[in-house]
DNA sequence: TCAAACAAATAGTTTGACATTTATATGTCA
DNA sequence: TGACATATAAATGTCAAACTATTTGTTTGA
């Protein structure tokens, strides 16, 4: 019926229509806001205040802050890769463990293949999937293994990207994230890459000749095989792969 | 190649070190911290700098902060619905618009029932899920509209609670959170109330006789269905439903 | 021309004071 | 004795003024 009403605070006003403001548009990416004595002046409190707001704003990351002349409170650009971050450090307080995140992925890879994709992907985006696998080999043949691997996760990277679904996109890469501090701790075998790149020429083949579904099958159970093959890689090292991460 | 250091500001080692305390357990949920002066000297710095490092924390949301003779900063228990509100925070500064929040719930909840449900499912869950439509019914005759689209949502939510799979749980609550403001600005007509009932007990017969991916199916046309609907009737009400959440 | 010194602007920090809020203890009166 | 008012103490909330540290732009001098 009613809603519990909590005014205190000087700063969390000042947050608050700081974050209207950028909602707004009044403030865009790399505008920035006036010095902490300015601020003070214009809301009528004193530094402390001031800087407190700042402290939220900045940890809520939607403003940067640089020392110096030409420092003070800039708007952050709220790219992808911060939002991933963002959410990433929260999940990270969250008891999440690895085979929730491979098998979440799963799941959404395949819908990703079986039906956000279909109506947007091109023949450049299967080339551009082609690429992708090639450097990957290449990089393994160079023995460059966190190379490699980065650009193996680019190959889900780009799946989920060509959906256009900032949702999708979002999810899948703060998976994709959390996940990757696993992979990095297991040796890879020669067997086990191979295998991958093989599966994911699989999926690209089966994208340019329209089988979606079957290209959704064999996505999900790629993703299964390889998260099963780190769990018991890591269970070997006693990694904890069903702890916290 | 290297890795950007940033030393600086002593309050941001102060946060470091709490949320570090946190996750190791040092810092349990309801666990009250020292008062501000006995951080002062506990950290060797004074009142303001530990007042900084407390306003990143409280917006990390790691803590709340109570004022008074019994106050402090009291550790938050990090539960789903914390996670959730923080997650859904950063979603609405990234450019989100309902068709995309619609399109990757579909797709989740396919997933949910097709894949994520059938090891864990148990006839007290299509029970409950039963007495969730009854329920969400009983409200419709007695007009209560915004508890019948509560309890509708609840329907989709314990769904995806069965699956046990936190980061699945918490994906799908971000998004029909996020979502649930657009259906509360459309008037909902008899039909369409009526035919989601029809939906939802549909889906609950085919989970009961074990036919998951046909319960997929219905759910994400369902889901689909509904979306479209919000979306035309926004229109007409000329709602933003393609602007910024 | 280049480098060192300087100046200006800005964030980072300290100190000490006062205001406000809240739970609890204390006191007073019926 | 019980209920209500009041005082008290322990927090956070806010302010003001100064000092420090850092960064950047500008001037100066060899």
Redesign the pocket.
Known sequence: MFTKI????????IVNQVLEAISRGDLAPDDK????????DIF?????????A?RSLEQFGVIV?????????YVKKMDQEAVVNQIGNVLKMANVTFPHLAMARASIEREILVELIPSKITPADCDRLTQNIDLAEAHYRDRESTERLHTNFGFHTTLARITENPVIILMHKVIVDLSSHFFENVEATTPMVEKTFAQHREIVELLRKGQFQEAGEVCFHHIADVSKTIVDKSKQQSLLVSRRI
């Open positions: 909590k005014q205190n605070r000087m700063s969390e006003d806001l006036p010095s902490e004595k300015e601020l003070g009528g409190v004193s530094r402390v205040t001031i800087r407190e700042i802050v640089r020392q110096g002349s030409r420092g003070g409170a």
